[in-house]
């Protein structure tokens, strides 16, 4: 795979008894996207319903629970250079999350169900991206060291990695849970990005983050970071999603919990001070102005979840991001709920309703993935 070429595929709109779905934005790099704010549910008023009601419903209407125990992971077991409190992994319910390191914080379960979702995305993020790895404009012959920050798995350093083997790549991840077979030219590193980077400032020719919704206290901090390891004309790559299920026909209610799912996440990411809304309030392209990037560009994806698409190419990328959600779909509310207040039963039963939704022919939801490239200025 490789992403050389920047261009974006144009909008697919649905036929009138499919919901419209442009699957992306714009083709130039240098093209500014649609407002994230168009018709997005954090307009309207319903707010999070409480956790008893998903309990009550349930009593009403058969929900399948039977994959909700099956959520033991085991522990990483590479342990190759790392102090043992790293891997003094913390135990929500059942399932485990990072150890202490620095400042971090992060949402998500490490453990190997939650590690094989992540995998899943990362096929999915490829596919969305018409087989693609990135967008920047790299020139291949003329980059020597990338950095992954946040890499989980590694899956995405794998195959940079694999199709740059003349190139210094490393994957930094705060939970060693990375493959130990991989390229020689790439290396993970146990590292908190929100702290001061270690890397020597003008040493990166490119940075790439992907999914750190909801891990950074302040983007602006984080960028500067990078805009400082990069050399001049360096390139950064931020790749997000939005929480929020949306839908171009009311078949996503904000009662339901599909509807309830970007919700909660919000909640959550006010109460910990690390927002899950990073698309809707552009935070990506403010923090890299405020850090001093330059030819910055937008492209937008409206990702469909569910087999509901009727262009082939869209229903390939839904199946796939339905099955991702249903992967592991309590690892990746059952830490922010909880903190919320919710008890694990009620965590399932909410789990076990939006996968019900999710396999509903009636329902359409897709969700918004915004890449924001920046540069480091020629002359810094
Ligand atoms: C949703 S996963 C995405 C993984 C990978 N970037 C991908 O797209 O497949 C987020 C990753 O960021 C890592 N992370 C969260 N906070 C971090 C921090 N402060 N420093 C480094 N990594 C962090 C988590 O451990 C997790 O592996």
Redesign the pocket.
């Known amino acids: 795979m490789t992403g050389e070429s920047a261009s974006v595929t144009t909008p697919v709109v649905g036929a009138k008894s499919e919901p419209t779905l442009p699957r992306s934005g714009p083709s130039s790099p240098n093209s500014k996207s649609v407002s994230p704010k168009e018709g997005s549910p954090e307009e309207t008023t319903t707010g999070i319903l409480p956790a008893q009601h998903w309990v009550e419903a349930a009593q009403d209407e058969e929900i399948d629970n039977s994959d909700a125990e099956s959520a033991m992971g085991s522990l990483a077991s590479s342990t190759a250079s790392l102090t043992a409190s790293i891997l003094e992994y913390r135990k929500i319910h059942g399932r485990t999350y ?1 150890s202490e390191i ?5 949402w ?1 379960a ?1 453990d190997e169900q939650q590690n094989e979702a ?1 995998d899943m ?2 096929h999915l ?1 490829t596919l969305a991206l018409d087989g693609k790895l990135f967008l920047a404009p790299l020139d291949a012959k003329n980059i020597h060291k990338v950095v ?6 590694g ?2 350093a794998i195959d940079f990695a694999d199709d740059h083997p003349n190139v210094e790549v490393i994957g ?4 060693p ?1 990375q493959s130990t077979w991989v390229p020689t030219n790439l290396k993970f590193e146990m ?4 702290l001061d980077w270690t890397f020597s400032p003008n040493s990166l020719d490119y940075v790439h ?4 919704v909801g ?1 950074i206290k302040d983007w602006e901090a984080l960028f500067r970071e990078a805009y400082k390891a990069l050399t001049p004309g360096g390139w950064l790559e931020s ?1 997000e999603c939005n929480a929020v299920y949306e839908c171009d026909d009311d078949s996503v209610q904000e009662t339901s919990a599909l509807g309830q799912w970007g919700k909660l996440f919000a909640e959550f990411g006010r109460s910990i001070g690390r927002s899950f809304t990073v698309l809707p309030d552009g935070i990506q392209r403010k923090a890299m102005e405020a850090a001093g990037f330059v030819e910055i560009s937008e492209a937008d994806f409206k990702t469909p979840i569910g087999s509901w698409p009727k262009d082939p190419q869209l229903k390939e990328i839904g199946q796939y991001a339905q099955h991702v959600v249903e992967a592991d779909t309590e690892g990746y509310i059952l830490y922010p709920a909880t903190a919320l207040g919710w008890s694990r039963e009620e965590v399932t039963v909410f789990a076990a309703h939006v996968r019900r939704e999710l396999y509903s022919p009636k329902t359409h939801p897709w969700y918004r993935q915004k890449v924001v490239l920046g540069r480091k200025p020629l002359v810094a």
């Open positions: 990072h620095g400042n971090a914080s992060y998500g490490n992540m995305y990362h993020f992954d920050i946040g890499t989980g798995t899956s995405w930094t991840d705060i939970s849970i590292d908190d990005c929100t983050m992907r999914l750190l891990s790749h």
